[in-house]
């Protein structure tokens, strides 16, 4: 299925136990990071990074980190694993924002381009309340399409894939239940709507990367989504499984307090 269609619904789900400690976590975090738009809190396993404590960071790091998530990973990617990134993206009920249809790897520093993503339900996401979507099989040419600006106030990502790329009417809902997860490539098109229902869609979602590929850190320092500023070639990344073959750098971002010195968010 993943071959196939680019992306797969994990046959395992979260422990209820472990599901609560998240959901935990994530109120936690919406907690101390009001003033930060709640569908771009990016890298919560770093800390400081969105401005919550480096005890919580660790707590979201064991979170992206889990041996039996891992294991799916490595069905998909091989054993040598880069966790490289990861997001909390938050759609309020009723004011939610849309994502409009891209490839993630229209926007990340990776050589060569190889990503899997890993996205954990919070809460039910289901076509009412803004569940992603995606175009099956758009991942098989291994190619990025022509994006074109399309920024604007109600949407997450400010790039959008050019519509001759894609058929809109094959698109397919990723419907997941709270503690269900989804794996998707990173040549997957896909994207979803804005939140209009009574009920929040909250998910974690983890990059994971081979460690054949490099994460190149010449990319321009300054990037941001939805308002949010961080840096890419600054952001320290870790080895969670295998060897490093690729030469890639352990080093960039990584400080006394558990992989980043406390500064400030632009510091991801």
């Not at 599901?19 to 709640?38: H, T």
Request: charged share 25%.
């Amino acid at each position: 299925m993943y071959r196939r269609d680019g992306l797969i619904v994990a046959p395992v789900a979260l422990p209820g136990t472990l599901l609560d400690r998240m959901r935990g976590s994530l109120d936690r975090l919406l907690e101390n990071s009001a003033d930060i738009a709640p569908e771009s809190l990016i890298c919560p396993h770093i800390p400081n990074g969105v401005r919550h404590p480096a005890s919580e960071a660790r707590t979201w790091f064991e979170y992206a980190t889990q041996p039996f998530i891992l294991d799916l990973v490595e069905q998909v990617i091989g054993p040598d694993i880069v966790l490289w990134g990861s997001q909390v993206f938050c759609k309020p009920a009723r004011k939610g924002r849309e994502v409009p249809w891209h490839q993630d790897g229209e926007y990340w520093p990776i050589r060569p381009l190889a990503t899997c993503s890993v996205w954990i339900a919070l809460d039910d996401a289901t076509p009412e309340n803004g569940c992603m979507r995606f175009i099956p099989g758009s991942h098989a040419a291994g190619s990025l399409y022509a994006h074109h600006d399309a920024a604007r106030p109600d949407r997450v990502l400010g790039l959008e894939i050019d519509a001759q790329a894609y058929d809109v009417h094959t698109a397919r809902d990723d419907v997941l239940m709270a503690g269900q997860m989804s794996l998707h490539d990173v040549f997957l098109i896909h994207g979803s709507a804005a939140n209009r229902s009574e009920r929040r869609r909250a998910g974690f979602v983890v990059r994971y990367m081979p460690a054949t590929s490099r994460y190149d850190r010449s990319v321009p320092d300054s990037q941001t989504q939805a308002g949010v500023s961080f840096s890419l070639s600054r952001r320290p990344i870790w080895l969670v499984r295998g060897v490093d073959r690729a030469g890639n750098d352990f080093v960039t971002g990584h400080g006394a307090d558990f992989g980043l010195v406390p500064r400030h968010s632009d510091d991801l």
